[in-house]
C-alpha cells in the first residue's frame, strides 16, 4: 500500500514559478514509476510528466522545456518544478504511483495561474 500526498501549490502569476512536492509512505517507493498529471475545469485529466523508477523521464508537449520532474528515493518524494506558468496550467495537479496491477493517486493540490 502507497499513499501519496502532495503539496506546493498555489496562486502565482503568469510566467511565475512553483515546485510541487508528492511525499509518499509505505514500502518499496523506488520500485515504482511515478508521474504527475493534471485536471482542469470541464477537461479530462492528462499526463504532464512521468519518472521511471530508473530515472526516465517523459513530458506532455505542452510542458517541455517549462517543467521538470524529478524524485527522492530516499525522501520518497516526487517533485515537478513549474516554470515560466501560463493561465493555462491551471488546474488540480495529481500524482501517481504505480507498479504491476498497484496504482495510487494522490488527493491533488490546486495550482492557479492569474494576474
Known amino acids: 500500500q502507497v499513499q501519496l500526498v502532495e503539496s506546493g501549490g498555489g496562486l502565482v502569476q503568469p510566467g511565475g514559478s512553483l515546485r510541487l512536492s508528492c511525499a509518499a509512505s509505505?514500502?518499496?517507493?523506488?520500485?515504482?514509476?511515478t508521474g504527475w498529471y493534471r485536471q482542469a475545469p470541464g477537461l479530462q485529466r492528462e499526463l504532464v510528466a512521468t519518472i521511471t523508477a530508473f530515472g526516465m523521464t517523459n513530458y506532455a508537449d505542452s510542458v517541455k522545456g517549462r517543467f521538470t520532474i524529478s524524485r527522492d528515493n530516499g525522501k520518497k518524494t516526487v517533485y515537478l518544478q513549474l516554470t515560466n506558468l501560463k493561465p493555462e496550467d491551471t488546474a488540480v495537479y495529481y500524482c501517481?504511483?504505480?507498479?504491476?496491477?498497484?496504482?495510487?493517486w494522490g488527493q491533488g493540490t490546486q495550482v492557479t495561474v492569474s494576474s
Open positions: 501517481r504511483a504505480t507498479r504491476g496491477a498497484y496504482d495510487y
Open positions: 509505505g514500502s518499496m517507493f523506488s520500485l515504482y514509476d
